[in-house]
């Protein structure tokens, strides 16, 4: 059974700081890891899809890494601003075949919140 | 990124009522859609699986009778809460999966208040 585990579960940061969120997942055989942010009382917005074949994808201040042979994927924000505030989530989806496969299995999340 | 809609946003409905939730891919078809419920503070719980033109899979626990899914078309999918009661009350969040990207889109959720 695929298990993921986002580390730290809680950040706070002084504006302007650079930063860095852990997943790690325990089954390597994935098709896609998708990083995703969620504010209070709304749903997810996807940041960056990484596909089993990428190492890594950027957007913006944005970039997230994946070794999959290590089961780890990072999320790395740049000049962390206040409106980055939020819960941001990792999720794996298990490559075709796997009895889990098409749905996606999520972290707890990391709650960060990045202060004036 | 492609855009996921649910309508209602929010919705406060009598014990014992129905209740439907749209969800609609806007700018992309999706065979695959999928049903989330969140309760405070805590991480999405998957709720079933929802494929065009078949049945939907309902996760272990979850009751098929009282969540009614319908996937009708590649942009449409609902949900249907049928004699809700207080403790169904709950955030609600669909997605949809595009391909061959198989990249996952999340709507922004229903809030679900039963009195």
């Known amino acids: 059974k695929q298990e993921v585990t986002q580390i730290p579960a809680a950040l706070s940061v002084p504006e302007g700081e650079n930063l860095v969120l852990n997943c790690s997942f325990t089954?390597?055989?994935?098709?896609?890891l998708q990083w995703f942010r969620q504010d209070p009382g709304k749903g997810l917005t996807s940041l960056l899809l990484i596909q089993s074949s990428q190492r890594e994808q950027t957007s913006g201040r944005l970039n997230a890494s994946l070794d999959k042979s290590s089961g780890r994927s990072t999320l790395y924000i740049a000049a962390s601003q206040p409106g980055d505030s939020a819960t941001y989530l990792c999720?794996?989806?298990?490559?075709?075949?796997?009895?889990?496969?098409?749905?996606?299995?999520f972290g707890q999340g990391t709650i960060l919140t990045v202060h004036p | 990124g492609a855009v996921v809609s649910q309508h209602p946003s929010w919705v406060i409905c009598k014990s014992g009522t129905s209740v439907k939730i749209e969800c609609r891919s806007l700018d992309f078809q999706a065979t695959t859609m999928f049903w989330y419920r969140q309760f405070p503070k805590q991480s999405l719980m998957l709720m079933a699986t929802?494929?065009?033109?078949?049945?939907?899979?309902?996760e272990q626990g979850v009751e098929k009778d009282k969540f009614l899914i319908n996937h009708a078309s590649l942009t449409l999918s609902t949900l249907t809460v049928t004699s809700a009661h207080p403790e169904d009350s709950s955030f609600y969040i669909c997605s949809a999966r595009a391909t061959p990207s198989y990249e996952q889109y999340f709507g922004p959720g229903t809030r679900l208040t039963v009195t």
């Open positions: 999720a794996v989806l298990l490559f075709a075949g796997g009895t889990s496969y098409g749905k996606l299995t």
């Open positions: 089954d390597s055989a994935i098709y896609n």
């Open positions: 929802s494929n065009e033109g078949s049945k939907a899979t309902y």
